[in-house]
């Protein structure tokens, strides 16, 4: 039996819904009754992205992709990883229709689901650059900081 969700979530319980709800909103998430934790995202009714959940390593979700021929991107999710100070992280490969890895994000939350870092890697894991989220102390975020893989800032954003 297939499982219909509003929306995919790495870190967070999903909202399951009914299929007729899900097919008349037409955006929302649905559960491939698979041993793969494969789910495919639809939105506006169209088949949008194949996602992949709980894996460290690509090799089989994507051995798995290039088998089902879907036309679509993918995305795979490693496992999330809490950490000391309550937050926690994952990493996310980006996934083209021919089976190719795009890049990799690795984003990082507070114990409060509030951004904290978020890095770019290559499609081989090579360090692209890294984002800093800066908050004021009543948790507003005030700018964005991005760096190159030395450490230079190389751009400023104003939230």
Excluded: C
Excluded at 2 to 7: A, G, H, L, Q, T
Excluded at 37 to 55: K, N, P, S, V
């Amino acid at each position: 039996m297939k499982r219909y969700f509003e929306k995919f979530y790495n870190d967070e319980p999903m909202v399951e819904i009914a299929e007729a709800t899900a097919r008349e909103r037409g955006t929302y998430t649905v559960e491939d009754s698979t041993s793969m934790r494969r789910y495919r995202r639809f939105i506006d009714g169209q088949l949008d992205t194949i996602i992949y959940a709980g894996w460290d390593d690509t090799t089989a979700p994507l051995t798995d992709f290039l088998e089902i021929k879907s036309g679509v991107e993918a995305q795979i999710f490693s496992p999330v990883e809490r950490l000391p100070h309550g937050g926690r992280r994952w990493r996310t490969w980006y996934v083209n229709a021919a089976g190719n890895v795009k890049k990799i994000l690795e984003p990082e939350f507070d114990a409060q689901g509030q951004f904290l870092q978020e890095t770019l890697r290559t499609a081989d894991g090579e360090l692209v650059s890294y984002t800093v989220y800066h908050y004021d102390r009543d948790g507003y975020l005030l700018e964005l900081v991005t760096h190159a893989p030395d450490g230079t800032v190389t751009s400023r954003q104003d939230a």
